[in-house]
């Protein structure tokens, strides 16, 4: 997955500059203006300085005050005329600066656009197979709270910080204990934690006899969730609570 995924996908909107870096920034070209023009970059005396700082309106007319530790030569000078015409137009207002996220037209970011952006990228780079794209679909139209369907995904993906994977990571020191915490019986794999463990399954047949289920330990949490999606999808269940 490529590792610019998010950076790609967020832009500043500046508005007011207060915040802004003059030089430093890509507030007006793809470019910081630092990057752009060196040179002049190179002489000025207001390196640090924001854009509001720089920045003067009178009787309608944009002025851009800028400095310089020396006289500038003829042919930097050249240089300055073409950063004042990169700068005609630019305008200020009251509103904030802010960051936007591109994928969604009002600019603000969401958990549910983010994971689309994912699942959209997963896909173009063939990583999920039919079960689990409809797998992830069904979790995110989940009327869950949002931290249980992260934890969801992450617990999909098998990324939870279960002991085989702390060891994975090298987090357990070698020769470290990697039994389940709560049986003690096999390895403390994600699979293992939440579908095989003696202590889990007791749990988890209690819950689907108060719920009317039928269950059935599956091989995979991939398994176990389209099963628990599939009966939620057709039976609205007791209380008010539906299955994530």
């Not at 610019?4 to 920034?25: H, L």
């Not at 944009?62 to 020396?70: E, M, T, Y």
């Not at 009317?212 to 008010?240: D, Y």
Request: charged letters at 20%; glycine letters at 6%; one cysteine or more.
């Amino acid at each position: 997955m490529a590792a610019n995924w998010f950076t790609a996908r967020v832009v500043y909107k500046v508005v007011n500059r207060r915040s802004t870096s003059f030089w430093k920034y890509r507030w007006i070209a793809e470019q910081s203006l630092a990057t752009s023009f060196p040179r002049i970059f190179s002489i000025s005396s207001q390196k640090e300085a924001k854009v509001r700082d720089l920045w003067t309106c009178q009787n309608g007319e944009v002025h851009w005050n800028l400095g310089w530790r020396r006289q500038p030569f003829l042919w930097e000078r050249n240089l300055i005329h073409n950063l004042l015409a990169l700068l005609e137009g630019a305008t200020l207002r009251e509103e904030d600066d802010k960051w936007l996220w591109l994928p969604e037209e009002g600019g603000a970011f969401l958990v549910r656009s983010s994971y689309r952006v994912l699942e959209e990228i997963l896909l173009l780079e063939g990583g999920l197979n039919p079960l689990e794209e409809g797998v992830f679909t069904k979790l995110w139209k989940s009327p869950a709270p949002s931290k249980v369907i992260a934890f969801s995904w992450m617990l999909l993906l098998d990324h939870i910080p279960t002991r085989s994977n702390l060891a994975f990571r090298r987090v357990l020191a070698a020769g470290e204990d990697h039994s389940c915490v709560l049986c003690g019986l096999g390895e403390e794999s994600t699979t293992h934690l939440f579908l095989q463990c003696d202590v889990v399954s007791l749990i988890w047949r209690k819950v689907m006899s108060w719920l009317g289920f039928n269950f059935i330990t599956p091989q995979n949490m991939l398994v176990h969730f389209e099963c628990w999606s599939g009966e939620a999808n057709s039976k609205q269940l007791r209380n008010g609570f539906w299955l994530i």
